[in-house]
């Protein structure tokens, strides 16, 4: 099946710094990726769509200057963190879906949590 | 209202029991209805999907939508420890590259 990998799966860093997280298919190209951010316990919150070679498109009340997402490719899309503060530590989580495809044939990543201290 | 609802739980059954796992929805928009498992610290994995009304069954997982009442159920049959996760439903309303939109998600423990 298709493979969604992140990187990193971990990381810590201090408030006021930038952190970013990449999210990769590996074995399909796609043309939209979406952000989710989820904290203990609670569900999925689309944050934003991203797209290819345009802008990325932002949920309601996802800050877009503070949540950078650059689509450079059709295999990777990244998430920055700018100016992170300890309310952004949560669980990240992209998906792809095959490009043309179905709802249903979305990928996850595994998840990278960030903890800002 | 929320778009979803799911029962947050938790749910612990032992190990054989059936379980069942239900959502309900609001958007009368949603066509297509999905079960995820997620275990603990990683990403969903898909379970089933199924398209409009109807049921679909794989393996012990039973999958069924009834949009008249705006419900959707995931049953598992001989649960098994390995079963033991979050289950999320999720929806959208069209089929091609669209958002979900996801339930709570209930914490099952099937105990040995």
């Known amino acids: 099946g298709a493979v969604v990998s992140q990187h990193p799966s971990w990381v810590i860093c201090k408030s006021g710094t930038s952190v970013k997280i990449e999210c990769r298919s590996l074995?399909?190209?796609?043309?939209?990726m979406f952000w989710y951010r989820q904290f203990p316990k609670q569900s999925l919150m689309l944050m934003a769509t991203s797209n290819e070679g345009s802008k990325a498109t932002y949920e309601q009340g996802v800050e877009k200057d503070k949540f950078l997402i650059n689509h450079a490719s059709l295999t990777l899309s990244t998430l920055t963190v700018t100016s992170a503060h300890p309310e952004d530590s949560s669980f990240y989580i992209c998906?792809?879906?095959?490009?043309?495809?179905?709802?249903?044939?979305?990928?996850f990543g595994p998840g990278t949590r960030l903890t800002v201290t | 209202q929320k778009e979803v609802e799911q029962d947050p739980g938790p749910l612990s059954v032992p190990e054989g029991a059936i379980v069942s796992l239900n959502c309900t929805y609001s958007n009368s928009a949603f066509q297509y209805f999905m079960w995820y498992r997620q275990y603990s610290r990683k990403g969903p994995e898909l379970l089933m999907y199924t398209y409009s009304s109807g049921n679909k069954e794989d393996g012990r997982f039973t999958a069924q939508v009834d949009k008249s009442s705006k419900y959707i159920s995931l049953f598992i049959r001989d649960s098994q420890p390995s079963d033991s996760a979050t289950y999320l439903c999720a929806m959208s309303p069209t089929g091609a590259n669209s958002k979900l939109t996801f339930g709570k998600g209930i914490t099952l423990s099937v105990r040995p």
């Open positions: 998906s792809a879906p095959l490009a043309g495809g179905t709802s249903y044939e979305q990928y």
């Open positions: 074995d399909f190209q796609a043309t939209t």
